[in-house]
């Protein structure tokens, strides 16, 4: 009956929004490039016979970047494990398809947009990929998507599965519509035991649970010769020297309280005479929404700080600059290559916080705002280590950057704890294949 209502729902608000959708379909860039591929999926043909399309593969989906990311270690096994020919990506944001092409794509035969949750065009996705399996990373769930799967008894998995304290609330209070589509999973792989319990408070089995860990902790440690580190410098025209620190996946309203810190900072640092040149300081601001580098380097400006995008510094002669703002997708991991510490956004306002592992695998100390549901018991591990700190204003975000230059061996020993941490989680994505089976064969 819930299927049924849905879609009569569904019907009747595409015929009521249907002039404002195509309106800001066509308006948008960002809808214009997503709407049209997510509601009519691209054939795929097989790359070694341009006239056959591909039989059976596995179907692996991710949200958006962090869901790709997180899916990136799993892909290279799937890929060691059945081959790249029997495998199709797909990612539901603009931002999360860009970061998929550029990770996912060696490991796969076809990346396409996610469908969206219309009969149609779900079908159409079924008619194009015909999976023997679906594997969903994370999150994202939709009735039609899961119904359909189930009317085709075709096998589907959770993996890498979370429930925030704001998502497990949420779902509470639909209950009576989570349960019947949480039931269509075959398997769901929690990344922790609290993630479990809260799978069962839902309605799920007991038998469909496991808890084989966070995929996360299993990515390509970041890393690097110092030929490479000179590589990515150059690239991404950051300063050899000085004192270089990496703001990642930064939300609206952090950018003004990251440049009043960074003020603050070289204020600080001009009063007491300090051994380091302020103007030694550099920082990399690394926007969530690439689209928003523009107004965050003049945001910089307007605070006279001297900020500019990575395609000024590429198009222009290099003026001065303290802060460089990266407005590319892809970049994110190499600048944490080559700083002396991270700041990872989405954590000093409500956004529920940004993956720290990324620097942290690469030994170097993470600050992060208070607001951490998403990524809680990862930020709490790191934290008991000794490796991640958290601040919660401009002063103390000015006065634990001002720590960390006065005191770099003890910032070296943090990231080092924190990079034990990184390594002592690996292991997920194997555990994970033994549940799931790629073949879409339970576990006997």
């Given at each position: ?206 038998e ?34 000085g004192?270089v ?38 920082l990399?601001?690394?926007p ?15 605070l ?21 703002v ?16 991270a700041?990872v956004?989405g ?5 529920g ?7 942290a ?11 951490v ?72």
């Open positions: 009956m819930f299927f049924y209502f849905y879609n009569l729902l569904m019907m009747v608000v595409m015929i009521i929004a249907a002039p404002v959708w195509i309106v800001m379909g066509i308006a948008s860039q960002k809808r214009r490039h997503t709407l049209f591929k997510r509601l009519f999926m691209a054939r795929i043909r097989h790359p070694h016979c341009s006239a056959a399309p591909f039989s059976s593969p596995i179907w692996i989906h991710a949200l958006s970047v962090g869901e790709v990311l997180s899916a990136e270690p799993l892909v290279i096994a799937l890929k060691k494990s059945i081959g790249a020919e029997n495998l199709i990506f797909t990612a539901s944001t603009r931002t999360g398809f860009e970061t998929a092409s550029q990770v996912i794509f060696p490991h796969v035969a076809a990346i396409r947009y996610f469908p969206h949750d219309t009969v149609f065009s779900v079908l159409r996705a079924f008619d194009v990929i015909r999976p023997k399996q679906v594997i969903v990373v994370e999150t994202d769930i939709w009735p039609n998507f899961l119904m359909l799967l189930k009317h085709r008894h075709i096998p589907v998995c959770l993996v890498n599965a979370r429930l925030s304290d704001r998502s497990f609330a949420g779902y509470k209070r639909i209950s009576f519509l989570m349960k019947p589509l949480l039931s269509v999973f075959d398997t769901i792989c929690a990344q922790t035991e609290k993630d479990r319990q809260r799978f069962l408070a839902l309605g799920v089995l007991a469909k649970l496991a808890v084989p860990g966070n995929l996360k902790f299993d990515q390509p440690a970041i890393g690097g010769s110092p030929q490479k580190q000179d590589q990515i410098r150059e690239k991404c025209r950051i300063p050899k020297g004192f620190w990496v703001a990642g996946s930064t939300h609206p309203g952090e950018e003004v309280m990251l440049a009043q810190a960074f003020g603050l900072l070289q204020t600080r640092m001009r009063e007491k005479q300090s051994d380091m040149n302020p103007e030694n300081l550099f990399v601001v690394v969530r929404n690439p689209d928003r580098a523009r107004e965050v380097a003049n945001l910089f400006q307007s006279k700080i001297p900020a500019a995008t990575l395609m000024d510094r590429e198009s222009r002669t290099r003026s001065e600059i303290s802060v460089l990266i407005d590319r997708i892809g970049l994110l991991r190499d600048v944490y290559a080559v700083c002396h510490g700041f956004g954590s000093l306002v409500k956004a916080g940004h993956n720290p592992l990324e620097p695998s690469a030994a170097r100390p993470v600050l992060f705002g208070p607001y549901d998403d990524f809680g018991w990862i930020y709490q591990e790191l934290e008991n280590a000794g490796g991640a700190l958290c601040i919660r204003s401009v002063d103390t975000l000015a006065k634990s950057l001002e720590w960390f230059l006065n005191h770099p061996e003890k910032a070296g020993i943090m990231g080092n704890a924190g990079q034990a941490v990184f390594f002592r989680h690996q292991g997920a994505v194997q555990r994970t294949l033994d549940i799931i089976r790629p073949d879409g064969k339970k576990p006997e």
